[in-house]
Structures are given as C-alpha cells and as structure tokens.
C-alpha cells in the first residue's frame, strides 16, 4: 500500500465500528462526502466493494471483515499510544495476569486481594504458573502482563526488567529438631533426612551438585510440588528443607519453625518484575508493577531474613571454591 494510503486505515477501521459512513463521519469530524471520498479510494486500492447496502446502514464483505480483523488489534494499539487514557484504579475494570509461582503468590495474593476489596474492587488478579523456562514465551505470547520471578533470560532484548529483593536460601526444621538447637554442620546436614520442593518430583538438585564437591551427599525422603506444602511438613516431621527464607518466613515468626544458617554457602537469588517493552506506556500495568512491588516491599519489611542466616558473601562460591550458579529457587 502506497504511504499516503495509510490514512484510509482510520477511515476504514472507523466506519467497521461504527456500522455507518455517516456515524464514522462524525467520530473522524470529518464531512460524508469526505468519508464517501475515501470509501471510493480504498474499493480502487483494495480491489473490493467492502461495503454493501443494507437498510439504512452497511454490511461489510467479506474481504472487509477479513481485513478488519487483522489490523484492529494494531489500531487499537496505535490509539492507546497516541491517546493514552489514565488508569483509575478505584473505579476500573480490568483483569491482570500474573506469571509466578506459588513462592511469590504466597508472597503476594492475601495483599493483592486486600488491595482490591479495599482501593479497587474491578480489579482481578489471576495467576498463570512460570518458570524460568517459560518466561520469554508468556509475555512475547502477552499470556501474561507481567511476570514475578527470577531475572530475564540475557538474551531478552525486549523484555524489561525492575529489581524488586533479594531471596535468601536457609535450612528449616521444627523447633526441637535434634539439629536445631547446633551450628549447622556439613556433615549434620548430609546425613539428614532431606525434604525437596521439585515441580517435576526429581530427588536431586542444586543442593546435592554442591554436596558432591565436597565429597558427600544427602538422602531426599520426599519431594512435594510446591512451596506451601513445605512448613505443615516439617512441623509434624524430622525432615530438614533448604528452601528460600520467604517460604517458611511466617512460621518461623510464630516460631513454629526454626530457620539456620546453612553449612555451605548459596548466593542470594534476585526476585524481579518482568514485562515485554509493548506494556512500558500502559497505564493499568505500570499501576499493577508498583502495586507488585509495594507488596514485595511490605512483605520483606514484615518478615525480614535473620542477619544470623544471611548470606554474607557476595561471591558465589562455597567453602571448596567449587563455583556455585543459582538459576532457579528450587533446592
């Protein structure tokens, strides 16, 4: 199509949502036979009637509302950068997709909801499971509006990214658990009876690559799928889990659980907002990431990680110098 055509594109995507030239006419603030004008350029154009009387109004063909459906997601688009509407959140309605998994929902659904009943109640939060795999697919895909998890794959150009926290690995156990009343030591906590939180159920992970550096290993007596299950377990059992401070932040406060520093040392794993550049104006998404923030935010002032069970080294390599890469917060 020739450069000066493009303007037909508004003419003909005004005329399909108003079903009349002249209710398009006077959306566009332009006179009928302008309109008429422009119907006439586009048939020679597109080598089609594209309108045909109906009544009092217009039916489009078939070659026009193929051609519609294809360009009116791009014109909606193009109108929401040229005339970005503000984003109310206490009286819009919207729906939020959200890709995490249940580490960062336990984090963040209880004050999304409180948010939302008390400042915006037409807003809907829904959760689509994420992994570090399946990021660059769900928001290049726009699945979802935003993701909550690890930082982006390098090779994201497109992809923006906003630091939230910081996650902290530590050893939990029940309070009068025979290794909790000690210093942690290595050989303690390879001769435990492990829990591993595993989305596809394998015993071996992260951990048990750092024990082998050293000469040992450990025996993962159940593996469970997600983080919730993690704090009723160890409360009723013997089972040791490393597992990221948040997941059993709660019951350690309640004192349901005891948290320890771990004999070998994990780098801290960035937690962190992820969306595609085409949301970077959006109003309602840029309302949403500071919202997701503000609650990671409160979370942590909440619920601090211990200095006693911090990691202190900013390098990532445990006591062997066996170096240590972290790319997914499962142990």
Known sequence: MRKADLNLLVVFD?????????????????TQPAVSNAVARMRVVWNDPLFVKRGRGILPTPRAQEMWDR???HMD???????PEPFDATSARRSFRIGTNDLCAGMTWRALRRLAELHAPGIDFHSVPNSKATVEELLFNAEVDVVLGCAAPAASARLRERALSESHYVCAMRPDHPLASESLSLDSFAAAEHLR???TGDATGMIDEILKTRGRSRRVAMTVNHYAQVAPLLRETSLISTVPFEAVAESVQRDELRAVRLPITIPPIKLSLLWHERSDRDAGQHWLRNQLASVIAESNRCHPVPDGIRATRPDIKD?????????????
């Open 197 to 199: 939180v595993s989305p």
């Open 71 to 73: 360009i009116r997601l």
């Open 319 to 331: 006591e062997a110098d066996t170096t240590i890469k972290v790319s997914v917060p499962f142990a």
């Open 14 to 30: 005004a005329i399909m949502r108003e079903g009349s030239m002249t209710q398009a006419a006077e959306q566009l603030a332009m």
């Open 77 to 83: 688009d193009l109108r929401e950068m040229a005339n």
